[in-house]
């Protein structure tokens, strides 16, 4: 079975301009959420979907939304990108969310920011 | 949130175990105690949990306290593939808004010597 897909693995954006990330969950997993890590940190979170409803947001600015799809798969979208967006992005998906379920973890978007 | 306290970092020889504590003395009741590890340029990858019980698997063992303001994970006979950074991470089972999310910390790197 494939694992947590997303897509581009490297992304180099300049400041001001929109980025999207996307993400495909294992087989049967219901639950998306997205984290991002800057270098030398532990990952942090971003939202969390299940069944396709946003089911919790981090502290990050509204120039971050995201999505999820009918099939599961879902979307990050950054808007008027600063130099501080610079990170690695990483999706996990779940079966639920929350009962002792552990996450399985993409490799992540690798996004520079100039 | 509970917070988790680790040591920054650990050496170990290969093929001996390993040992790696964790402190979180503010755990409640319903939160399970989950152990990821992430190897070098990899996303987060999950290694083990637990509620009250003692927990094996293949890859490693974890052990916690009686009053559950501890636990430590083993790895019985460390490799140098098992060198990466070890979260040590509370999650409320409860599940509703954001509880179903990961908050990491810094984490503890694991170097392994041959």
């Known amino acids: 079975d494939a694992g947590v897909t997303q897509s581009p693995t490297h992304l180099i954006k300049t400041r001001g301009q929109h980025v999207t990330l996307r993400c495909s969950p294992i087989?049967?997993?219901?639950?998306v959420s997205w984290y991002q890590q800057v270098l030398g940190q532990g990952p942090q979170f971003i939202f969390q979907?299940?069944?396709?409803?946003?089911?919790g947001r981090g502290n990050f600015p509204d120039r971050f939304s995201a999505r999820q799809f009918p099939n599961y798969s879902s979307e990050l979208n950054v808007n008027a990108l600063l130099l501080g967006d610079s990170a690695l992005y990483l999706c996990?998906?779940?079966?639920?969310?929350?009962?002792?379920?552990?996450?399985?973890f993409g490799s992540g978007t690798r996004l520079t920011v100039v | 949130d509970a917070k988790t306290t680790q040591p920054n970092s650990m050496e170990s020889n290969e093929e001996e175990p390993v040992h790696l504590p964790c402190n979180h003395s503010?755990?409640?009741?319903?939160?399970?105690i989950h152990w990821y590890r992430q190897l070098p340029s990899q996303g987060p990858e999950y290694v083990i949990h637990?509620?009250?019980s003692n927990v094996n698997n293949r890859m490693a063992s974890l052990a916690i306290a009686e009053d559950r303001k501890s636990s430590t994970l083993i790895l019985h006979r460390a490799t140098l593939r098992d060198a990466a950074v070890y979260y040590c991470?509370?999650?409320?089972?409860?599940?509703?808004?954001?509880?179903?999310?990961?908050?990491f910390g810094k984490g503890t790197k694991l170097s392994v010597k041959p």
């Open positions: 996990a998906s779940s079966h639920i969310p929350g009962q002792g379920y552990g996450y399985t």
């Open positions: 087989s049967g997993h219901k639950s």
């Open positions: 979907y299940y069944e396709k409803e946003e089911r």
């Open positions: 503010t755990i409640s009741g319903t939160d399970y």
């Open positions: 637990g509620l009250t």
């Open positions: 991470i509370l999650r409320d089972a409860n599940y509703g808004g954001s509880q179903g999310n990961l908050i």
